[in-house]
Structure formats: structure tokens, C-alpha cells
């Protein structure tokens, strides 16, 4: 199973509409694709249609040990595509797991120990920050995609992001790497915004994807409706970007095994 960690540890810049709907672009094409969703706030869950009752076991049980992937997976109304969800319960995990020693490798172990063969690929949906919790995706995953905002302060932070990623690759992840940085909420209409791409891409270079994710209101509306944009409204500008996205990411991975 191919893991990738969606992180950023800014709020508020893409990632779990990055994750939703790329998840969605591939299972649309085949991939039996998991979300977890590490973020206290759920958004991934709601935005994915699931209701409270159906998060009687989430991702924090996941990282407490008291249950597998297969049992806290839940089926979305999307073919292919299943969500670890998330409730509030997780914002305790980080004081709640200081004493063991493994709590950095909690999230690794219940993935090693899935039932081989069941999904494809693994789309981990961060929180905005660089706790207990992103280090739990960053050790687990086998790359990072970085959803960044084309805003002014883009890069403020992502040298933080990059440290980290440093870090985590000398202690214990060596193989992680950075499949992409993708620039989300981009205003064709703003000069700053282009700005900032040209910048961002002066400075990052070829790892920043091609594709570019607009600012588009469909993207935004999706989400009250439990539904990813690509269902919501696969026309948009929004959904047609996140199936580039999709496709490029694919483009770049090592040995891609395409679904059967
Ligand atoms: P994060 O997970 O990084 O906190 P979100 O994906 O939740 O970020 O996005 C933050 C807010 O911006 C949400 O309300 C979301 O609907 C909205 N949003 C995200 N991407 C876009 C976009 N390309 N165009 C318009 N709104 C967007
Ligand atoms: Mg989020």
C-alpha cells in the first residue's frame, strides 16, 4: 500500500480538500484508495459525508492500539474509497500516549499490520501542526505531498515543515521523501497570487507540481454537502484541477502498481 502524508502544519491551506479529492480522483480511477483523518477537527470525515454516529471507532483508537484499520474503516458513498474517521477524541492522543515509548510509531504499526492487499494507497490527512500526531503520518508514510497557499507568506513555515522532514528521515524514515508541493487557492485574477507561484517555484523548483489548484467556490461548498467537489460538481474548475493533480501524482510515483 502506498502511504502519503497530506501535510502542512499551517491551517487553512488545502490540505484535507487536497486529500479528499485526490483520494476521490483515485478511486474514480481504480485505486482502492484509505483516508485517515488525524485531525481533531474531523474535517476530512464530515467533508466525506460521515455522520458522528458512524465514528464509534476512529483514528484514535487506531493510535491507542485498541483497534485495527479494518475495523475503524468506514465506507464512503464514493466506490473505492474508505475513511479512518476522526473526532475530537484524538485532540487527548498527544498527552494520552506521552508515557509509551512507541507513541511516534503507533500509527506505522497498525498500518504494517493492515491486511495486505486491501487498499492500494493511503492518503493521511494532517493536522495543523507538527505534534505527536503529524510525526505519527510523517513516520508512517512513504512521502509527503505539501499543499501550499498561494498567498504572501507562503514559504514562511516551510522551512519549519522541511526540518522536520530532515529530521524525522535521520531518526526513522530514511526512505521518506517529498513527492510534491502543490499550490492550492490560486487567483488567476490576483497578481499577487501569480506572484507567489513564480516565487514559490524559483525557490522549490521541480518538486512543485505543475498543476495548479484555483480558488474556485465549488471547492468550498462541497464540503456542507458531505460530498468531495469532484462528486458535488466534476466540472468545476476545481474538480477538473484535483484530476490533473491526481494524474501528475501518479506520474511521479516510484513503481506505480495501478489497481486492478
Ligand atoms: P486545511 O486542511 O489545510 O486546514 P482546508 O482544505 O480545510 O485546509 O481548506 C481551508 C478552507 O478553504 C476550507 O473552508 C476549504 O473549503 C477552503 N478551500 C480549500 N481549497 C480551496 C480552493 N482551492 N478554493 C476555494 N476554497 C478552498
Ligand atoms: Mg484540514
Given amino acids: 500500500m502506498i502511504r502519503i502524508a497530506v501535510a502542512n502544519q499551517k491551517g487553512g491551506v488545502g490540505k484535507t480538500t487536497t486529500a479528499i479529492n485526490l483520494a476521490t480522483a483515485l478511486a474514480a480511477t481504480g485505486w482502492r484508495t484509505l ?43 464514493i466506490p473505492r474509497l474508505d475513511i479512518v474517521p476522526a473526532t475530537v477524541d484524538l485532540s487527548g492522543a498527544e498527552i494520552e500516549l506521552i ?23 493511503c492518503l493521511i490527512d494532517c493536522p495543523p501542526s507538527l505534534g505527536m500526531l503529524t510525526l505519527n ?10 499543499p501550499l497557499q498561494c498567498e504572501f507568506f507562503a514559504l514562511e513555515g516551510l522551512s519549519q515543515l522541511l526540518t522536520t522532514v530532515e529530521r524525522v528521515r535521520g531518526r526513522f524514515n530514511p ?15 490576483n497578481r499577487l497570487t501569480d506572484q507567489v507561484s513564480d516565487d514559490v517555484r524559483e525557490v522549490l523548483g521541480p518538486v512543485v507540481f505543475d498543476t495548479v489548484i484555483p480558488r ?39 513503481n506505480v502498481r495501478k489497481a486492478a
Avoid at 474556485?216 to 466534476?234: F, K, M, Q, T, W
Fill in 99 to 121: 508515557e509509551f515509548q512507541d507513541r511516534l510509531h503507533r500509527l506505522q504499526q497498525v498500518l504494517a499490520a493492515a491486511e495486505a492487499g486491501q487498499w492500494d494507497i
Fill in 137 to 146: 503520518a510523517l513516520i508512517a508514510a512513504e512521502s509527503l505531498l505539501v
Fill in 175 to 189: 526512505q521518506l521523501f517529498i513527492l510534491g508541493v502543490a499550490l492550492t487557492m490560486f487567483d488567476r485574477r
Fill in 35 to 77: 483516508i485517515i483523518d488525524l485531525d481533531p477537527q474531523g474535517n476530512a470525515s464530515t467533508g466525506l459525508g460521515i455522520s458522528q454516529s458512524q465514528r464509534e471507532l476512529s483514528s484514535y483508537d487506531l493510535l491507542r492500539g485498541d483497534a485495527g484499520v479494518a475495523e475503524c474503516r468506514v465506507a464512503t458513498a
Fill in 216 to 254: 474556485n467556490v465549488r471547492l468550498s461548498e462541497a464540503p456542507s454537502h458531505g460530498l468531495p467537489a469532484l462528486i458535488y460538481d466534476h466540472r468545476c474548475a476545481g474538480s477538473a484541477a484535483y484530476i490533473a493533480l491526481a494524474r501528475e501524482l501518479l506520474g511521479r510515483l516510484p
